[in-house]
């Protein structure tokens, strides 16, 4: 039987960095929507949570499956870092809302909160990254260029 060797396009997206750190994303805010839940919290912090559950979802099943390669007419990176950066914010704020509440179950919401948009900064950098050093379009440097 002969060894499989992987090359890195070929390497499983749910054993890289992103896909990493995009599961410990999505594990974080459920554990936040799990306190909100449990503390009765109001509805937004709630509803908030839950839809960032479901994007980040979407967009692990999206890589995981590798749809991102089919689905061509979107530029599914610049919408993953767009979708980082905007749960950053709200996460931000709902945290920092629910820290300030009384309930310890909101507070360990909001904590769970706050790391959960530490880990939406980090994937938008990894995003990020990708983009700066792997151009892909009709805008990518080539080495020989005419002087």
Do not use: H
Request: charged content about 15%; proline content about 3%; some cysteine.
């Amino acid at each position: 039987m002969s060894a499989l060797m992987l090359t890195q396009e070929d390497r499983l997206f749910c054993f890289s960095v992103k896909g990493n750190v995009k599961m410990l994303r999505l594990g974080l805010t459920v554990t936040s929507m799990t306190f909100f839940i449990i503390s009765q919290a109001p509805e937004p912090y709630i509803v908030i949570t839950g839809f960032e559950v479901t994007i980040v979802f979407f967009f692990i099943i999206l890589y995981t499956l590798r749809l991102d390669r089919v689905i061509d007419c979107i530029f599914w990176p610049l919408l993953d870092i767009i979708n980082s950066l905007v749960t950053a914010i709200f996460m931000i704020i709902v945290s920092v809302l629910a820290l300030t509440l009384e309930n310890t179950f909101t507070v360990f919401g909001g904590v769970f909160g706050l790391l959960t948009a530490v880990c939406c900064i980090a994937d938008g950098a990894l995003m990020y990254r990708k983009l700066l050093f792997n151009p892909s379009g009709p805008y990518q440097t080539t080495s020989d260029k005419i002087l």
